[in-house]
């Protein structure tokens, strides 16, 4: 998914990419504070342990957002002579820490279900039924987290932040929950108060694999993975166009918020001056600069071809 949105991402200047980044984290925080007030409060009160525990995953969600706005801020800072390429590697460790959070939400959400479950049927389950403004509340947060996903997404998107594709994907297992705490107060209210717990245990193992997604797309970006087998083969076949080219060898990169640092070694005849062969290398990077437009720096190194046996 990171990848995907390097490849589509817009060149916009980096003061109007940050202030929407900024807008999509604080807009996120407002809403998770007001919801998380709500359904916890209504959860109690409307006797919806179903609403209740979605309060609390909300809850968690502050969390991890004021943490995120952290990492946000400081990917934003300019460079310096330790960060000769910015500090924007701090949107992959901000998707990290969202990862971590949704798989521990996931967890707890998961455990939970099982106990009411466990409870219901061991005859240890609250016999009251909850209210019918708790199914409004939850058809609510469909509703809000349904925009707040589609506009992350867009801005994720637009800007190639890893953080703010995280806090999309995390907005949609949102509406997951939701969904499932309404068919749970739904039957509840029917009477099928065991279906609330049981559809909350599968939320739960959506959820965890969204956290894995996520965890795995930014361990990715922080291990010098090549984003995508598309781009490795473009970065290939540009590089085999340059004449003196006789091979690629490897190809390394490095993610610094939406552009990439390009470490690859080529092949060259072994007969060659090292002059020729450093021509051949400021050819490599000068078309890799030219035909990759979020490439911000290649670096080449060249070796003499291998002899086959």
């Avoid at 690629?248 to 993610?255: C, M």
């Amino acid at each position: 998914m990171i990848e995907d949105a390097l490849d589509k991402a817009i060149d916009m200047p980096s003061d109007q990419r940050n202030r929407q980044s900024n807008q999509a984290v604080l807009l996120t925080l407002i809403i998770n504070i007001i919801l998380a007030i709500v359904k916890t409060a209504i959860g109690i009160f409307g006797h919806s342990p179903a609403l209740l525990a979605d309060g609390i995953n909300s809850t968690s969600d502050v969390v991890y957002n004021i943490v995120v706005s952290f990492f946000v801020r400081a990917a934003h800072k300019p460079a310096d002579d330790e960060h000769p390429y910015g500090h924007s590697q701090f949107e992959s460790v901000g998707a990290l820490v969202v990862g971590a959070f949704v798989i521990t939400t996931a967890i707890t959400i998961f455990w939970d279900s099982i106990r009411s479950l466990f409870d219901f049927f061991s005859g240890n389950g609250n016999e009251e039924g909850a209210a019918q403004i708790t199914l409004w509340i939850a058809l609510a947060t469909v509703i809000i987290k349904t925009f707040m996903s589609i506009y992350t997404h867009r801005i994720g998107k637009r800007t190639a932040n890893a953080t703010i594709i995280a806090l999309a994907q995390d907005h949609r297992n949102d509406i997951f929950s939701a969904l499932a705490v309404v068919i749970g107060i739904s039957f509840s209210l029917l009477g099928f108060r065991w279906v609330d717990p049981l559809a909350g245990a599968l939320v739960a193992i959506f959820i965890f694999h969204t956290g894995y997604e996520i965890l795995r797309d930014s361990t990715d970006d922080l291990m010098d993975t090549l984003p995508g087998k598309a781009l490795t083969k473009q970065i290939s076949d540009l590089v085999m166009q340059v004449p003196g080219v006789h091979g690629v060898d490897a190809i390394k990169a490095h993610r610094f918020g939406r552009y990439l640092v390009i470490n690859l070694a080529i092949y060259v005849d072994g007969n060659i001056s090292v002059d020729a062969g450093d021509a051949i290398s400021d050819e490599v990077e000068d078309i890799l600069q030219k035909q990759v437009d979020y490439v911000r720096d290649v670096h080449v190194h060249f070796h003499s071809k291998p002899h086959k046996n």
